[in-house]
């Protein structure tokens, strides 16, 4: 039980945190909200500068015009949220057994 203490549950963190399915589903978490945020911000900022000026400012050549992010943030998010890591089963059958280190 020492040794699990000891090294055993840092080597159990860095498996879960190390994993490429974790690594990869935050990474398009990440992505996704950043151009969520950026086509919101966007959107936000073209109608201040219409309350502001009081003009009609033509964002029709935008590169965030007609682009529905929320809809893949939302997909990210819960396949985030929904994510199944095989490194955790190992992680079980581990912990289920009386040596550790066997």
Not at 22 to 33: I, S
Not at 65 to 78: F, L, M, P, W
């Amino acid at each position: 039980m020492l040794w699990m203490r000891h090294y055993g549950i840092i080597n159990v963190v860095n498996s879960i945190l190390n994993s490429i399915e974790l690594n990869q589903t935050v990474t398009n978490l990440m992505v996704t909200a950043r151009s969520d945020g950026y086509t919101h911000g966007y959107a936000e900022c073209t109608q201040y500068v219409n309350d502001v000026l009081r003009v009609d400012w033509d964002n029709s050549r935008s590169a965030t015009r007609g682009v529905h992010t929320s809809a893949a943030h939302s997909a990210a998010k819960t396949e985030c949220n929904n994510l199944r890591l095989p490194v955790m089963d190992l992680v079980i059958v581990a912990l289920q057994t009386d040596d550790f280190v066997a």
